[in-house]
């Protein structure tokens, strides 16, 4: 990645780059930073080395005084489009395609899935149905829907990366469903039946160029009267405890992609409502769940120590954030003592559905 030049400066906020991949996508990578005494703009210098930014590029900062941590966001780095980027995905995956990865989703999907569960069943999933599962990643929803739709129903998993689908179709194996089927592809490429009760997915709008197009497409695949529900992330509302925590902020900060940074759509949540009615689907009917727990056993500790950790080949490269400095090994655990010390409660990142009848 090469950066072509300094953007915006707003002083004491979020400083914008503009910059370009083979000089062809234009991206922003965002530099995050602190007003903190000392070195500045040699650190990032430092920081930035992993991006290959040339030093030039440092000099806006310098406005701006002290700053000691200058950070290029994890995410805008990572999110960035490569060049060879597939048509769907809109760029690499942060988190990476690992099996460490894949059981961070399944974690997610533990705090998440009863929001999922009660979002389907209102949004009309029942027994008998033959349900399509777009972006079916570790096979979570498609699980769920095996039981809500019972013996009688049918359900097809579809998903680009075929990794997560070997391990979807073991899940699936293991828990004895026979009702469940995967594929590997996009539903465009993919010669699917088109008399489906209901098209769902989670977590998969947000990493698309166009939203509204996969919406357009996964209608042509439903009988008359079939169901389109989606959940999307409000990711722009980031993990919070209260009271406040520092260390649970420093880390929530580390994995929350800055307004306007390249990558998944932190607002995809919030802009389902419009991105429905643009793919020419009825007004959907919206749902707004946040997991919010405290005390010792609530897991929402180790999700978000999961996810800095699948983040550290990121944190460490674009950040020269070590495991080290972070005390990987007993991150968790700090995190966990901070909050619960103080009776306190985790709020993580809400989950926007929205559901419609074509
Ligand atoms: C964040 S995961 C979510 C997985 C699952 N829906 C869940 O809620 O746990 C997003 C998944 O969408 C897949 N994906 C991305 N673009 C896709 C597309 N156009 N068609 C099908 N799958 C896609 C990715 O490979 C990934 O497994």
């Keep these: 990645m090469r950066l072509r030049r300094p953007g915006v400066t707003t002083p004491g906020g979020t400083v914008f780059l503009s910059a370009s991949r ?32 040339p030093a030039e590029v440092a000099w806006p900062l310098g406005r701006l005084g002290p700053v000691t941590e200058a950070l290029i966001l994890p995410y805008a780095a990572m999110m960035a489009v490569p060049e060879s980027a597939p048509e769907v995905g809109g760029g ?27 979002f389907l069943v209102g949004a009309g999933i029942t027994s008998g149905m033959k349900v399509l599962d777009i972006g079916s990643g570790a096979g979570d929803i498609s699980l769920l829907l095996a039981e809500l739709v019972g013996p009688q129903g049918q359900v097809v998993g579809v998903d680009t990366d075929p990794d997560i689908v070997a391990t979807a179709r073991d899940r699936v194996r293991a828990a004895g469903w026979t009702t469940v089927s995967f594929a590997v592809g996009t539903i ?40 389109v529900a989606f959940q999307e992330g409000d990711i722009r509302s980031s993990a919070r405890t209260f009271p406040s925590a520092p260390l649970h902020e420093h880390l929530a900060r580390l994995v929350t992609p800055p307004p306007g940074a390249p990558g998944p759509d932190v607002d995809m949540g919030p802009k389902l409502f419009h991105t429905f009615i643009a793919a020419g689907l009825p007004a959907p009917q919206l749902r707004h769940d946040t997991p919010i727990g405290g005390g010792p ?56 559905g929205a559901w419609t009848r074509v």
């Design 297 to 352: 056993d609530w897991p929402g500790f180790s999700y978000l120590t999961a996810t800095v950790r699948n983040l550290l080949p990121f944190l460490d490269k674009v950040a020269g954030i070590t495991p080290e400095q972070l005390g990987i090994d007993s991150l968790e655990h700090r995190l966990r003592a901070e909050v619960v010390e103080q009776d306190g409660i985790q709020l993580l990142p809400p989950l926007i």
């Design 188 to 227: 465009g490429d993919l010669d699917l039946d088109r008399d489906f009760d209901a098209v769902v997915g989670r977590w998969l709008l947000m990493y698309l160029p166009d939203p509204a197009a996969l919406l357009r497409q996964a209608r042509t695949l439903l009988r008359v009267g079939g169901v």
């Design 22 to 53: 083979g000089g062809l996508t234009p991206i922003s990578v965002s530099v995050f930073h602190q007003s903190l005494p000392d070195d500045s703009v040699t650190d990032l210098g430092r920081y930035s080395a992993g991006l290959t930014v």
């Design 92 to 118: 690499d995956y942060a988190l990476g395609r690992s099996a460490a990865e894949t059981d961070r989703l399944i974690a997610q999907h533990h705090l998440y899935g009863p929001f999922t569960r009660q």
